[in-house]
């Protein structure tokens, strides 16, 4: 079981015995029985008002355990702890302005003369305090004052600590601890349960305030657990058993003063010691816990930095390789298309319809191999090239694609409108291929009606998005997310000539720049490509793309 839940079945386990009791002392005083009021005819009787309050207390912690809170039986317990707060304020009244307010005998009268007492039935001036303060600690019972702090802990150690001093009283024999003068004792039934009461009330709400601590699993909660009780507790055992010792005559005073201080200090460090062994070694185990951990983080770095060394390695190799293929390829490509249309040339004539068909579809192939191979440059080149991060103003850049583009935009008669575009953080070069490669895509893939396409942007939390809208044949959803992958082509060339690699490269150039690109369409209804850029060159963009793309080696400066 948790300490948490000890607590409360502690609490609970008081609560029930408290009303118990409660009914004895009131069975007490109903039938005579006088063992119920006090342990003999040397001590003082617990007053039948106290039997009354101490059931309204009980059946109020009861009330108030956590497994059966609610709104009625808070309001219940409450109006129980009003009841017997009253009950004590109203005695402490009496005491101090030495009147009769008639509440003492409301239950049961008390023939006058009573031991220790000053006024018949009247509890002591203690027992009415402690009242006043359990109540307060029960009204208050779930009030938290900045965050975690509980008032009503205060009342309840306040009422403890008062209690424990009577009880002390009793064990020395100092009677001015449990009777002030010319007041009525507390009965040392009374004084018992307070203390216990006190504890209840403390323990009803473990895990908030200083109780977290007493209930954590943590070293301090272990500390906690076994110091207080033990700091409390064994200095009353110890000068109850050396002063025992002295009345039975075994020894003088000062002998019986010398014993208390000599077996406080062996208990106490008795304690210490029980509960410092088991400390110490959960301490060893932590601190060998954390060497271990930073090993480990340290065997983890290396390996990282390692793995990450060796990625580059092939991710520079592999660049390499794609630019030098691509660019050696193309070489002997171009003169298998050279001889090819050579062939053709001069030998038209003398060749059959069939062969001529054969040398137009070897060219054809030859051609767009040649083109399938300068597209795959540009995308190794996107990578192997060092990004030049600058202040970009997107109008400029969309005014050199539509300059770029203006053979195929007049062809097609396209409209390219734009909303005001702001500034970002690019690198100029590649923001004009992103959008070049998606305009032109834009117009490729039209309808019979004339494109349009229009170009807008927003600024969000993760920097600029942007849109570039056409009216063009669409693509049905569940191909849009393959669209950006290398050679990946939905339509036949036949159709729509091409090489797969275009949207590849934007996405490449929007990811270099720490964005995100994707594409939302219905066929025939035309598609919207979106992406995300850092807007301008701020400090804060500055320092994300530079601890990005630092590492790899790209400059960051302003235009
Ligand atoms: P391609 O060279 O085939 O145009 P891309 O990588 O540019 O290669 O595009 C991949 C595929 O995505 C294209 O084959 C086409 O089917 C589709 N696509 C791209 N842009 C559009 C668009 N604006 N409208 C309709 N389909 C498009």
Redesign the pocket.
Known sequence: MRWVSRFRVFSEFISILIVFIGFLVLLGWAFDISIFLGPGPGFSTAKSNIGLTFILIGVSLWLLQTRRLNKNNKHMARFLAFAVFLIGFLTLVEYMFNVNIGIDQMLFKEAAGALNTVSPNRMAFTAAFNLCMAGIAIFLMDVKVSGHYRPSNFFAILGFFVSLLALIGYLFGVSLLYMIPQFTAIAIYAAVLFVLLFLALIFARPDSGFMAIGSSKSLVGVLARSMVPAIIFIPIIIGFIGRSGYRVGFYDQSFSYALIALLSIISLILVLWIVIIPLNKAVIKQRKAEVELVKYQDQLEEQIEERTKELQRSNDDLKQFAYVASHDLREPLRMITNFLQLLERRYKDQLDQDANEFIYYAVDGAKRLDKMIK?LLEYSRVTNKKMELQDVDLRDVVHQVQSNLSLLIAENSAQITYDPLPRIAGDKNQMTILLQ??IS??I??RREQTPQIHISAEKSDYGCVFSVK?N????DPQ?LEG??T?F????PKEE???????????QRIVHQHGGEIW?E?EPGE??T?YFTLPCQLNRYSKSLLFSKYSAIGIKIGKE
């Open positions: 597209d490669n998606l895509n834009s490729k893939y056409d063009g044949i669409g693509i191909h669209i950006f290398i990946n082509r939905l339509h729509y000539e091409g090489t797969g690699i275009g949207l590849a490269i934007a594409a369409s035309g598609t490509f």
